[in-house]
């Protein structure tokens, strides 16, 4: 407390705490009562569904079923644990998509279509700098020639977004056979990003693949 009669700010929320902690303790109070006349039957059907309690009513339960000796079940919050588990997964989807699914297979496409266009627009970029004298895009074993590079994966982004096949399994072996190329004549250069360009591409294939199963077995259907 300071000497002119206010509350300090530190002070000011020490009493709020200590007031909401009064509150918790008086709600529980409150449920304990209400639950100590409850039947053992009526608390194990409460603790059932114990799930739509508030925290203070589950702890009261708690404690009043441990007072009486009967077992405590730990509820488990159905939808909230599949929504945890599938959450983990979805995270590194664009890692390895799931194709097993229509939605997981038009994105493991889509990816592969987005990284033909990355590699045709930084070859094409490299290729246009290298023309005009520049020593890092030389460095890198670019020249003119890598502009054909750059279309043949235009081509191959054109085949992927139509979902064919071949152009997905091209563009993954094109792009792992011009990196080892590279690596051997330069040496290793950028590994992380090789691997999500060939990650990407990995998707291609298994969406395009994925998306035809479906496609046949509709048709079948």
């Avoid at 109070?29 to 059932?48: C, K």
Wanted: charged residues 20%.
């Amino acid at each position: 407390m300071q000497g002119n009669g206010c509350i300090s700010p530190t002070e000011g929320l020490d009493l709020a705490r200590f007031t909401e902690q009064a509150e918790m303790a008086g709600i529980e109070t409150d449920y304990a009562a209400r639950y100590s006349l409850m039947l053992d039957s009526e608390l194990q059907t409460l603790q059932a569904d114990s799930k739509d309690l508030t925290e203070p009513a589950r702890a009261a339960l708690a404690r009043e079923l441990v007072r009486r000796g009967v077992e405590v079940k730990v509820v488990v919050d159905t939808a909230r644990s599949e929504m945890s588990a599938k959450s983990a997964p979805a995270r590194l989807g664009w890692l390895w998509p799931d194709v097993s699914t229509q939605k997981g297979a038009e994105f493991g496409a889509t990816q592969a279509f987005w990284a033909a266009i990355g590699v045709a627009v930084i070859t094409t970029s490299f290729a246009v700098f290298a023309i005009f004298g520049s020593e890092i895009a030389r460095s890198l074993g670019m020249d003119a020639y890598a502009l054909v590079d750059a279309a043949i994966f235009a081509v191959i982004a054109v085949g992927i977004w139509r979902r064919s096949r071949v152009a997905a399994w091209a563009g993954l072996l094109f792009y792992v056979a011009e990196r080892i190329y590279m690596w051997m004549t330069i040496g290793v250069r950028s590994p992380i990003v090789a691997t999500v360009f060939v990650l990407a591409f990995v998707g291609g294939v298994r969406g395009t693949m994925a998306l035809h199963r479906f496609k046949t077995h509709g048709s079948q259907n």
